[in-house]
């Protein structure tokens, strides 16, 4: 039974009715398209309100027209899928070319296929953001399992989303990075203003980036210490070579980390001193409490600062001598004008250096009685084998006189007093 259509773009249209073995309860409805195909209309107990339309595909499938109050201008196609649900075809302005692929979500929003010259293999499926971007999936060999959702970005690279057990909630995105490695954002409760970004370090800790204003230009990576605090690290022009480790200071200062050939093994701490200089701290065995302040001097030598008790308050400057030994420095109020070199003797006692006007070269040093005098040592030519120890006298007629003793050989044993 034929009928020929004369309206419309279907005036070449020719409708056949097939019977199946004569009998119009299996009847098919179809029509011969250009392209030689047909197209299909299921009668569902010979009911033309429930019939439905659909296209036999070539891997054997179907796809399906559905009508809307019988009327085509609201159709809309649909291909079934294995899960049950539905994956639906809007046509824009009736035409396949322009034609847009969906798929509706839960939450009401929609999934868009995007075909690249109407070839599958290259369709590239995403959703539509608020903002007018896209969010892309990539099937890997046409699968959803390894499936990988990305942003594209502005610089022409792309973010990535990778799903744990296919459910968003727990879903991390992460950036590949050129050395192969990946670099993780974690969203608080889904919120991208409190989004936090982190690397994953070989020692299974993160270090983290924050971002001033959603600006990368001035953003901060730190770690995170064990006791609460953070460690910060600042890019100079955005280059890791040249980049600085710092913690914040509760004075609202910094103390800086030099990295040396990028090991932190022999890695340096440092001060920036008002002066334009550095003080160091050298770390044995990486345990803080063992660590070991100090200036570089411009000998070569360094000047060593040992906390008590983790405390500046308490704590005492030293040279390490030669013969292993060391020479204190002790700060009066903090100040380095009024600050007292010392040697720590044997019976417990102290002997001080005492600087003019902060040279060396006319230092006094000097051992303080009980009875609150000083005696002098001298030195001859900065020497200590030709050294002079004298003794100023406060009493009497003696308020001009010097005692002196004299060393033989260095030896206390031998020395000699006398008087001049």
Request: charged share 25%; hydrophobic share 45%; net charge positive.
């Amino acid at each position: 039974m034929f009928l020929r259509l004369k309206n419309g773009c279907q005036d070449v249209a020719v409708w056949f009715l097939r019977l199946k073995n004569g009998c119009q309860d299996v009847s098919v409805w179809f029509l011969r398209l250009k392209n030689g195909g047909r197209m299909f209309l299921r009668l569902k107990n010979g009911c033309q309100d429930v019939a439905v339309w659909f296209l036999r595909l070539k891997n054997g499938g179907r796809m399906f027209l559905r009508l809307k109050n019988g009327c085509q201008d609201v159709a809309v196609w649909f291909l079934r899928l294995k899960n049950g649900g539905r994956m639906f075809l809007r046509l824009k302005n009736g035409c396949q070319d322009v034609a847009v692929w969906f798929l509706r979500l839960k939450n009401g929003g929609r999934m868009f296929l995007r075909l690249k010259n109407g070839c599958q293999d290259v369709a590239v499926w995403f959703l539509r953001l608020k903002n007018g971007g896209r969010m892309f999936l990539r099937l890997k060999n046409g699968c959803q399992d390894v499936a990988v959702w990305f942003l594209r970005l502005k610089n022409g690279g792309r973010m990535f989303l990778r799903l744990k057990n296919g459910c968003q909630d727990v879903a991390v995105w992460f950036l590949r990075l050129k050395n192969g490695g990946r670099m993780f954002l974690r969203l608080k409760n889904g919120c991208q203003d409190v989004a936090v970004w982190f690397l994953r370090l070989k020692n299974g800790g993160r270090m983290f980036l924050r971002l001033k204003n959603g600006c990368q230009d001035v953003a901060v990576w730190f770690l995170r210490l064990k006791n609460g605090g953070r460690m910060f690290l600042r890019l100079k022009n955005g280059c890791q070579d040249v980049a600085v480790w710092f913690l914040r200071l509760k004075n609202g200062g910094r103390m800086f980390l030099r990295l040396k050939n990028g090991c932190q093994d022999v890695a340096v701490w440092f001060l920036r001193l008002k002066n334009g200089g550095r003080m160091f701290l050298r770390l044995k065995n990486g345990c803080q409490d063992v660590a070991v302040w100090f200036l570089r001097l411009k000998n070569g030598g360094r000047m060593f600062l040992r906390l008590k008790n983790g405390c500046q308050d308490v704590a005492v400057w030293f040279l390490r001598l030669k013969n292993g030994g060391r020479m204190f420095l002790r700060l009066k109020n903090g100040c380095q004008d009024v600050a007292v070199w010392f040697l720590r003797l044997k019976n417990g006692g102290r002997m001080f250096l005492r600087l003019k006007n902060g040279c060396q070269d006319v230092a006094v040093w000097f051992l303080r009685l009980k009875n609150g005098g000083r005696m002098f040592l001298r030195l001859k030519n900065g020497c200590q084998d030709v050294a002079v120890w004298f003794l100023w006298l406060k009493n009497g007629c003696q308020d001009v006189a010097v005692w002196f003793l004299w060393l033989k050989n260095g030896c206390q044993d031998v020395a000699v007093w006398f008087l001049r």
